[in-house]
């Protein structure tokens, strides 16, 4: 379904009708009542920090800081927060696909015992990540280390999930082909992006950066898939889902947050098509044998394959093995032979001959493949 494009089609009243991308108002745990089980794809959630804030807090100059104090960050003892923790886990459980996954945000304040709730009721860990805020608050009392990172905790639906979605290549390739690690760097959400009403004021205390969650959202989603945020708040996970291409849930009870965020997912401009491509994992990719060449008579019983310098070269039998002097096995095998070495990718050592021209076999591995692809559109 395309994004609603009008703020009262954002929020939605009636789910019923179609509640992809859109807002339900209300208590979490009674709105997701209404989703059908096993329909969300990735949870984000952001739940009150239950702070535990005595009093008002002031700079040194005497200034009044502006701290999270609003009522839906109150909480009368840890008993009722865990009791509040517990029941939006097991909604957002409840509509989770079993191959989904599961993101939560909290400081030291509340992740840890929302931590040990989640494995309480079956979720699987997958990691902890750290975001690191490059301009964090200052600690003002100067009896604390200064608070600058917030805790991420990403969860399989259970154990028993293996297929969940994890763009690792597309990860590495975009941190300069190093592994992404589980140490983020990103500023608080500022400047032009943070959300103000007409007096200059912050709309929401706990607005995220929106490069976070781009980064969650390519790392552990596809174009066109579901996330659900239970306390959408500003709306940063509509607006950046809007804008790669994904559909998104949001839940929220407060009215100026309701307006705030329908307008500022209305003004987002999604990327198009090209944009929005995700680097293939080359363990997703359907598995191409050797064998197959011959069968799609790319390759015939016969033909002579060489390495890149035509030093080496072998006989392809119809079952698809190759001979190489007394040796006979697999492209990999007699790669290995071949060359003397304890490894060989077959794929990336053995030509073919081509209008006197020598081409990788793997080549005409990616041409099968293209052309499965086009057949499963």
């Known amino acids: 379904m395309p994004v609603h494009d009008s703020i009262s089609e954002l929020a939605c009243e009636v789910p019923q009708q179609e509640w992809r991308n859109c807002i339900l108002k209300g208590d979490c745990v009674a709105a997701l009542e209404r989703l059908p089980a096993h329909s969300i794809d990735v949870v984000f959630a952001d739940p009150p920090y239950n702070l ?27 008993a009722a927060y865990d009791t509040f923790t517990r029941a939006w886990l097991l909604a957002c459980r409840r509509v ?32 902890d990540i750290i975001w690191r805020k490059i301009n964090p608050m200052p600690n003002f009392r100067g009896r604390r280390f200064q608070n600058a990172h917030e805790t991420l905790i990403w969860a399989l639906r259970d ?27 990103f500023p608080i959400c500022t400047g032009t992006e943070r959300l103000k009403d007409e007096s200059g004021q912050k709309i929401h205390p706990t607005q995220k950066p929106e490069a976070l969650l781009v980064r969650i959202m390519l790392a552990s989603t596809k174009p066109g ?11 940063t996970t509509g607006a950046v889902a809007r804008r ?3 559909n998104f849930v949001g839940v929220e ?12 997912i209305a003004e987002v401009e999604p990327l198009g098509k090209v944009e929005l491509e995700v680097l293939k994992n080359k363990r997703a990719e359907p598995r191409i044998t ?49 060359q003397q070495t304890e490894s060989c990718n077959g794929w990336a050592y053995w030509h073919y001959e081509e209008d006197g021209e020598l081409k990788l076999i793997d080549g005409l591995r990616i041409r099968i493949r293209t052309e499965l692809a086009k057949t499963s559109v």
Request: with cysteine; proline share 2%; hydrophobic share 40%.
């Open 253 to 264: 009870r407060e009215d100026i947050y309701i307006k705030a965020a329908s307008e500022r």
């Open 290 to 338: 050797f064998v197959s060449l011959i069968e799609a008579g790319l390759i015939k019983p016969g033909m002579m394959l060489y390495d890149k310098k035509k030093q080496h070269a072998a006989i392809v039998r119809a079952d698809g093995t190759l001979v190489y002097k007394d040796k006979a096995g697999s492209i990999h095998m007699v790669g290995r032979k071949a």
């Open 52 to 78: 535990q804030l005595e009093g008002q807090l002031y700079r040194p100059n005497h200034t009044l800081v502006d701290a999270v104090d609003d009522g839906w960050d109150h909480f009368e003892s840890f």
């Open 96 to 127: 989770l696909k079993p191959g989904g996954t599961f993101w939560v945000i909290g400081s030291y304040h509340n992740i840890f015992r929302v931590g040990t709730i989640m494995q309480d009721l079956g979720f699987w860990l997958l990691n």
């Open 244 to 246: 790669l291409g994904r």
């Open 225 to 235: 898939d579901v996330i659900l945020d239970p306390f959408f708040g500003s709306g």
């Open 159 to 185: 154990q028993k999930c293996k297929n969940y979605t994890f763009n690792y290549e597309a990860l590495k390739a975009a941190n300069e082909d190093v592994q992404m690690r589980s140490d983020w760097l």
